[in-house]
C-alpha cells in the first residue's frame, strides 16, 4: 500500500507559531495531497502536489515533496486558533484513487 | 459552493439490520467514492464508482457492502447485515475528472453509523 503516514500524531503550539507536519509513504506515487478535517467535518482539499514538483505554496501554506525519501511536509506559518484540526496526507498511483494515513492532530491554542 | 451532502448525518441501528446511507454528489462530478473512518483512525478507502459501475473497491468492501446510482443524483451505500464492527462515520465523496492526472475529491460531511 502507498498510503502516508503523517508524524507526528499530535500537535500543540501557540497562536502566531509554526506548525509542520510530515507523511511518508513506501511506493512511487503520482500525486500527493494534503486535507483537512475538522472534528466530526468531512475532509477538506488543500494542496496538491505532483510527484515531478518539489514544493508549492498556497496562502500560509507550503508543502514540500522530497521523492528520493519518500516523504512531505505540510507547513502553516503563523497559525490560527482556527487552524486546529487533523491534517491528513492522501497519495494516488496508478487508479488516482486518494489512500489516506492516520493524520496529524494539531491544536492551537490562543 | 457545490457541496457533496450526505444523509442521515446520524444513524443507530441494531446488529444485523440493513443499512442505506445517501449521498448527493456534485452535479457535474462523474466519479464518486465511499471511505470510512473508525473513530480515531485513519480514512479508509472502500468503493469507487464510475460510469454507472464499481470502478475499483478494497478489501473492505465485501459482500455485506453495495453502491447504486439509482437515479441521476443519488449515490447510495447499502450494508445488508450490520456488524458492531461497521460502526464508523462513512465518507461520500465525489471528483470532476483525473484527465488532468490529478484527482482532488470533494466531500461531504459524513454520515455516522453506530452499531448496537
Known amino acids: 500500500s502507498q498510503q502516508g503516514e503523517e508524524d507526528p500524531q499530535a500537535l500543540s503550539i501557540q497562536e502566531g507559531e509554526n506548525a509542520t507536519m510530515n507523511c511518508s509513504y513506501k511506493t512511487s506515487i503520482n500525486n500527493l495531497q494534503w486535507y483537512r478535517q475538522n472534528s466530526g467535518r468531512g475532509l477538506v482539499h488543500l494542496i496538491l502536489?505532483?510527484?515531478?514538483?518539489r514544493e508549492k505554496h498556497s496562502g500560509r501554506l507550503r508543502v514540500t515533496l522530497d521523492t528520493s525519501k519518500k516523504s512531505s511536509s505540510l507547513l502553516i506559518t503563523a497559525s490560527r486558533a482556527a487552524d486546529t484540526a487533523s491534517y491528513f496526507c492522501a497519495t494516488d498511483k496508478g487508479s488516482y484513487i486518494p489512500t489516506f494515513g492516520r493524520g496529524t492532530s494539531l491544536i492551537v491554542h490562543p | 459552493e457545490p457541496e457533496v451532502t450526505q444523509t442521515p448525518s446520524h444513524q443507530v441501528t441494531q446488529m444485523g439490520q440493513e443499512v442505506i446511507l445517501r449521498c448527493v454528489p456534485i452535479?457535474?462530478?462523474?466519479?464518486f467514492y465511499w471511505y470510512r473512518q473508525i473513530l480515531g483512525q485513519k480514512v479508509e478507502f472502500l468503493v469507487s464508482f464510475y460510469n454507472n459501475e464499481i470502478s475499483e473497491k478494497s478489501e473492505i468492501f465485501d459482500d455485506q457492502f453495495s453502491v447504486e446510482r439509482p437515479d441521476g443524483s443519488n449515490f447510495t451505500l447499502k450494508i445488508r447485515s450490520t456488524k458492531l464492527e461497521d460502526s464508523a462515520m462513512y465518507f461520500c465523496?465525489?471528483?470532476?475528472?483525473?484527465?488532468?492526472?490529478?484527482?482532488?475529491?470533494?466531500f461531504g460531511a459524513g454520515s455516522r453509523l453506530t452499531v448496537l
Open positions: 502536489i505532483r510527484s515531478n514538483e
Open positions: 465523496a465525489s471528483s470532476r475528472d483525473v484527465s488532468s492526472g490529478a484527482n482532488v475529491l470533494t
Open positions: 452535479s457535474n462530478h462523474l466519479y
